[in-house]
């Protein structure tokens, strides 16, 4: 398949993952970059971070629109996140790259797991006042670490977080976690500039393909039952995670 058809192709459906989950984003963007397009590890998390956050900024507004986005909460989480994910930035430069991908898929394999086990929410949304301040920050700080180290966005992170913490139904904590995702995006993309050269058209090729996907799957997340959308992607992370754990393991041993 050509490269600008390729890329489109995924371009749109990490754009379709975010608009639909909140999340997943970065999980498919760094490995598609890596083995797909090319690309080493470290460009391809600096790349994942400027896709992942244009795409997340867009789809928080599409959700703005249709009443699933709690910028309060949004801005909070998300404030601390950009603090930690730009000091963290520079932590993957300093790692080889078979370690920080066998990282990037134990991450994905344990939150994978978590998901398959968590249990759908009845409770109402809160408020920010009624919440313990410090376990918003903790997650913040959290998600903002592996947004700096690994390139991921955190939204695979911040909508099981969003749920259990803040209360919200799933369809708000995924619109509040697009807002959140940009900002930490932002954050890890300016901490991890210097010194790598980034293939503009790339990144533009993805982000126009992404838009789309991005909106055409905030329209069908509102239609679609997310609980049992959760789980099949909870068995897409584990089955990417394995495929990668099996490809870079054997380097390391």
Do not use: C
């Amino acid at each position: 398949m050509p490269t600008l058809l390729l890329s489109l192709v995924l371009g749109f459906g990490i754009g379709g993952s975010l608009g639909l989950l909140g999340g997943g984003g970065s999980i498919l963007t760094v490995p598609a970059l890596v083995y797909l397009i090319g690309q080493t590890p470290q460009v391809a998390v600096t790349t994942s971070l400027a896709i992942v956050g244009a795409n997340s900024a867009l789809g928080a507004l599409f959700h703005r629109s249709q009443g699933t986005l709690n910028w309060r909460v949004a801005l909070f989480f998300g404030g601390t996140g950009m603090i930690f994910s730009y000091l963290a930035a520079g932590v993957s430069k300093q790692v080889s790259p078979t370690v920080l991908m066998v990282a990037f898929a134990a991450l994905m394999l344990i939150v994978g797991v978590l998901l398959v086990r968590q249990r759908p929410t009845t409770t109402k949304p809160n408020s920010l006042d009624e919440l313990k301040v410090w376990k918003v920050i903790v997650g913040g700080a959290v998600v903002g670490l592996l947004t700096g180290i690994l390139g991921v966005g955190g939204g695979f992170l911040i909508v099981p977080a969003l749920v259990m913490l803040v209360g919200m139904p799933m369809h708000q904590a995924v619109g509040t976690s697009l807002l959140v995702i940009a900002m930490n995006s932002l954050a890890g993309f300016l901490g991890h500039l210097s010194g790598l050269t980034l293939d503009l058209s790339l990144i533009a090729t993805f982000v126009v393909a992404g838009l789309v996907g991005t909106l055409a799957g905030s329209r069908l997340g509102k239609r679609l039952d997310p609980a049992l959308l959760r789980k099949f992607f909870a068995v897409f992370v584990i089955g990417l995670a394995l495929f990668l754990l099996i490809d870079n393991l054997p380097n390391l041993l």
